[in-house]
């Protein structure tokens, strides 16, 4: 059973691009959490999604951040005119039922550097 | 506001020695604990979770945690540290019903051979 895929696992963009972050959770999972890592800090949630639904995007920037989790195909995080302060490792977790009564297992990240 | 604490940075350790990574919280009501690990260049992994039942909670690779209510704390230890335990502990905490996991900044723990 494979576990949660992330790609790219890395991404460069220049400052005003779009990014684009796609997340495949396990097999069976159908909740996909977004979390951001910041440079010498903790994870920080940004959004929780179930199929063709945001439950809780409470985490997210206002402006420039989006997510999606389609009923066919991976989570999408979108994170458009990016800024230097973008920068980060993006980490997406999955579970298959919602958290409060799972663990969410993670995948390998995905770090954004914007130049 | 809510928080988790992990006051110890970095640790550097000599092999074979005792393991004690502290990790504090203040939310009110039940939670859900975890611990879990970063090793160089991998993906967060579960060291262990503590959901309810008995407060000494035994995990992967010899390691444990202990949940003091009355503290605040889940504290996670390891009687014998390895080389190989190189890497980033992270505490983690949810409250009963919440949609996300609200973490520590990290313990980057080295150990010498």
């Known amino acids: 059973n494979a576990g949660v895929m992330q790609n790219p696992r890395h991404l460069v963009r220049r400052r005003g691009q779009e990014a684009r972050l796609r997340c495949s959770p396990m097999k069976g999972h159908s909740h996909v959490y977004w979390y951001r890592q910041l440079p010498e800090e903790g994870l920080k949630f940004m959004v929780y999604?179930?199929?063709?639904?945001?439950?809780?995007e409470s985490g997210m920037p206002k402006e420039r951040f989006s997510a999606e989790f389609p009923k066919e195909g991976p989570s999408i995080l979108r994170i458009q005119q990016v800024v230097r302060g973008d920068s980060a490792a993006y980490f997406c977790a999955s579970s298959p039922q919602r958290q409060g009564a799972d663990t969410q297992y993670f995948g390998p990240g995905t770090r954004l550097t914007v130049l | 506001a809510q928080s988790v604490s992990q006051h110890n940075h970095h640790v550097i350790l000599s092999e074979a020695a005792s393991l004690e990574l502290g990790c504090n919280y203040s939310?009110?009501?039940?939670?859900?604990l975890f611990w879990y690990v970063q090793y160089p260049g991998q993906h967060l992994q579960l060291l262990l979770k503590?959901?309810?039942?008995?407060?000494l909670v035994k995990g992967i690779k010899g390691f444990e945690a202990e949940f003091i209510k009355s503290k605040f704390s889940f504290n996670l230890r390891k009687p014998s540290v390895q080389w190989s335990d190189t890497a980033e502990y992270f505490c983690?905490?949810?409250?009963?019903?919440?949609?996300?996991?609200?973490f520590g900044t990290g313990t980057r723990l080295t150990v010498i051979p």
């Open positions: 983690a905490v949810t409250q009963t019903g919440a949609n996300n996991l609200f």
């Open positions: 999604l179930q199929k063709e639904n945001i439950i809780d």
């Open positions: 939310y009110g009501g039940t939670v859900n």
């Open positions: 503590y959901f309810s039942g008995d407060p």
